[in-house]
């Protein structure tokens, strides 16, 4: 069955510097990939996703995120952070050789500090 | 706003009641999820459900139950509720493009809250 993993619970940067967020998954087939953020008492709002092209995919708000598959990895990015930015991110995966499944990531709590 | 709505927003009840959430997808899309997301649990898939019929099956308790009827707005009931089912409850809504189901769409969710 396909996984995904977020290694950090929580990450913390200076508003202005770059930020990433980790995020590797397991699947038997191809991937479809996807980060969501949720900003408290609210529900997830999709930020990007990879299917297939480009290993870069840019996003909503400024977010970019990169998909080695090499390394089993999609890492969120965004190259300068605002304090706004500061919410629960969720890594997701569907694995198309395994019943269309989708599994989300235990969720990163980032925190930009000005 | 994504589209896919919820009712109610919050819900306190006490142990051992019954409660049905509602949700109504996008215009469009056929499939709907249920999830719940406690504090120590994450993000659980609870239950699938495309163009009325049941598509997958996840963490769902037997004392809940899940349908999807014709106009495509799905309802979610949870009885027996114990303190343990509190929680925020998630509604999604997806397309499918040649057969895989694409991006979900989440609802901004219903607070239950068992007293």
């Known amino acids: 069955a396909q996984s995904v993993a977020q290694p950090e619970d929580q990450v913390n940067v200076a508003e202005g510097n770059p930020l990433t967020v980790k995020c590797t998954y397991s699947?038997?087939?191809?991937?479809?990939l996807f980060w969501y953020v949720q900003y408290p008492n609210r529900g997830l709002q999709f930020l990007l996703k990879?299917?297939?092209?480009?290993?870069l995919v840019k996003g909503s708000y400024g977010f970019e995120a990169e998909f080695n598959k090499s390394q089993t990895s999609f890492h969120l990015k965004k190259p300068s952070a605002l304090v706004s930015d500061s919410a629960l991110y969720f890594c997701?995966?569907?694995?198309?050789?395994?019943?269309?499944?989708?599994?989300f990531g235990a969720g990163t709590r980032l925190t930009v500090k000005p | 706003d994504s589209g896919v709505t919820q009712t109610p927003k919050h819900l306190i009840t006490a142990t051992g009641q019954r409660v049905t959430l509602r949700c109504s997808p996008r215009?469009?899309?056929?499939?709907v999820y249920w999830y719940q997301q406690s504090l120590d649990q994450g993000l659980q898939f609870l239950i699938q459900?495309?163009?009325?019929?049941?598509?997958a099956k996840g963490n769902i308790l037997e004392r809940f139950s899940a349908q999807q009827f014709p106009d495509l707005h799905s309802e979610l009931n949870l009885s027996s509720l114990e303190l343990g089912d509190s929680a925020l409850y998630f509604c999604?809504?997806?397309?499918?493009?040649?057969?895989?189901?694409?991006?979900?769409?989440f609802g901004p969710g219903t607070r239950l809250t068992v007293l």
């Open positions: 999604a809504s997806s397309v499918e493009v040649a057969g895989i189901t694409d991006t979900q769409y």
């Open positions: 699947v038997s087939g191809n991937p479809y």
């Open positions: 990879y299917i297939t092209g480009d290993n």
């Open positions: 997701a995966v569907r694995d198309t050789g395994n019943n269309n499944d989708m599994r």
């Open positions: 215009s469009g899309d056929l499939s």
């Open positions: 459900y495309y163009n009325g019929e049941e598509r």
